[in-house]
């Protein structure tokens, strides 16, 4: 009976630790969760090991319209060339499932993003939407942006205008300018809008 007993408490610690791992989300001023994930390239990245470079993480998903216009205009591409000229690490992640909409076959994302001049640091595919659930990634594009200690700085859209980025304002591009000036981030969220992630 007592081994019963004690195996039914330690599974109960267990699930607690399990609830907790997983239950650990991003927020605002807080350290980033860690991941670990592996480009379309099979380089493996993890979060924790580039502290000391601010870090973009970006959702987007190839066929969506709202992330189409974005490319196609340039926008987030110029962006893309303008932060990792600063050595910022910029992150694409698609959490959509296999199968999804938008979900490429690395050759296809590879002719995707040099059709777009698109310059992020990696690309990954993150089928089981483990890291897109942790962070909260609701739309596409959806936009984080990481300070050199590890903190969430931002997160949120990509600027304050759903129907044109002309003559928007750019929250990614700000953060990342503050960061550099060493200026206290004007604005640390905004709703982030898009195509819903395709989990």
């Given at each position: 009976?007592?081994?019963?007993?004690?195996?039914?408490?330690?599974?109960?610690?267990?699930?607690?630790f399990a609830v907790s791992v997983y239950a650990k989300t991003a927020e605002i001023g807080q350290p980033?969760?860690?991941?670990?994930?592996?480009?379309?390239?099979?380089?493996?990245?993890?979060?924790?090991?580039?502290?000391?470079?601010?870090?973009?993480?970006?959702?987007?998903?190839?066929?969506?319209?709202?992330?189409?216009?974005h490319y196609e205009t340039g926008n987030i591409p110029a962006l893309q060339k303008e932060a990792t000229?600063?050595?910022?690490?910029?992150?694409?992640?698609?959490?959509?499932?296999?199968?999804?909409?938008?979900?490429?076959?690395?050759?296809?994302?590879?002719?995707?993003?040099?059709?777009?001049?698109?310059?992020?640091?990696?690309?990954?595919?993150?089928?089981?939407?483990?890291?897109?659930?942790?962070?909260?990634?609701?739309?596409?594009?959806?936009?984080?942006?990481?300070?050199?200690?590890?903190?969430?700085?931002?997160?949120?859209?990509?600027?304050?205008?759903?129907?044109?980025?002309?003559?928007?304002?750019?929250?990614?591009?700000?953060?990342?300018?503050?960061?550099?000036?060493?200026?206290?981030?004007?604005?640390?969220?905004?709703?982030?809008?898009?195509?819903?992630?395709?989990?």
């Open positions: 009976m007592k081994s019963i007993f004690r195996f039914l408490s330690t599974a109960a610690v267990c699930a607690a980033a969760p860690d991941f670990t994930l592996t480009d379309i390239d099979g380089k493996s990245y993890t979060l924790s090991e580039l502290k000391g470079k601010t870090v973009v993480l970006e959702w987007t998903n190839p066929e969506c319209p709202i992330v189409g216009r000229a600063d050595g910022v690490v910029w992150l694409a992640i698609n959490s959509g499932s296999k199968g999804a909409q938008g979900d490429f076959e690395p050759a296809q994302v590879k002719s995707w993003l040099a059709e777009k001049h698109a310059v992020p640091t990696a690309y990954f595919r993150d089928q089981d939407g483990k890291i897109g659930k942790m962070y909260g990634a609701k739309t596409t594009p959806h936009m984080y942006v990481i300070n050199k200690d590890g903190v969430l700085v931002y997160a949120g859209g990509i600027d304050n205008n759903r129907k044109t980025h002309i003559g928007a304002e750019n929250y990614v591009r700000d953060a990342l300018t503050a960061l550099k000036t060493g200026q206290p981030i004007a604005k640390s969220s905004a709703e982030p809008y898009g195509c819903s992630v395709k989990y």
